[in-house]
């Protein structure tokens, strides 16, 4: 079984050979945002698609976070509208996650950063984030780690697993995206 460390190398290179996912990276690393990551859908697709030897298509929004107080809220469709421009053949979706702990409860405390944000994203597999630092070498965000993403389970975040609300909307999230039916290795855990 491999550690922590090794899981991660292995999502790291799965991004780090995916041309797609770079161009996307480079894109997101040229607009200077403050923690400024690709995040969720993406990053899980791939990998869910690389494992099961399937062609890389990217299906789902591209998912950009970044964590900036000193930004309104409307810069995400500025930011977004120039992502567009550079790269149109995407379906972008921006959020300073500054203003997301409300996104589905009000009684959610303020994220402190990105990587805490993305520790709030609904089920473990899409809890992961990755980015090029300064010196343009590809990081991850995985603030669950990425045994589940790798070894294709998904449930619910901790904060998720709180009470009746909150699992109906990973619940919901289950029914709609259908994941088992691309990916049948897929089991869904509510715990």
């Known amino acids: 079984m491999k550690d922590e460390s090794e899981q991660s190398q292995q999502v790291l290179n799965i991004i780090r050979h995916s041309p ?4 996307i990276l480079h894109a997101i690393a040229n607009q200077h ?3 400024g990551a690709l995040a969720a859908g993406s990053i899980r ?3 869910w698609q690389v494992l099961s030897h399937q062609r890389i298509q990217l299906s789902s929004d ?3 976070v970044f964590f900036d107080p000193k930004r309104p809220y409307e810069d995400n469709l500025t930011i977004q509208a120039k992502l567009k421009d550079r790269l149109p053949q995407y379906e972008w979706q921006v959020k300073n996650e500054v203003y997301m702990n409300t996104h589905n ?3 959610v405390p303020p994220f402190t950063s990105v990587a805490d944000a993305i520790g709030h994203f609904v089920e473990t597999p899409t809890c ?3 980015y090029l630092d300064e010196s343009g070498q590809l990081r991850l965000i ?4 990425v045994a589940d993403l790798l070894n294709f389970v998904c449930r619910p975040v901790q904060a998720y697993q709180q009470d009746a609300a909150h699992m109906a ?3 919901q999230r289950m029914a709609q995206k259908q994941w088992q039916q691309k990916w049948p290795r897929l089991v869904i855990s509510t715990h």
């Open 169 to 171: 909307i990973f619940n």
């Open 33 to 35: 945002l403050i923690q």
């Open 128 to 130: 992961v984030g990755a």
């Open 62 to 64: 591209i998912d950009v």
């Open 45 to 47: 697709n791939t990998v």
């Open 105 to 107: 409860f009000n009684n």
């Open 20 to 23: 797609e996912l770079m161009t």
């Open 142 to 145: 995985a603030p669950h780690g």
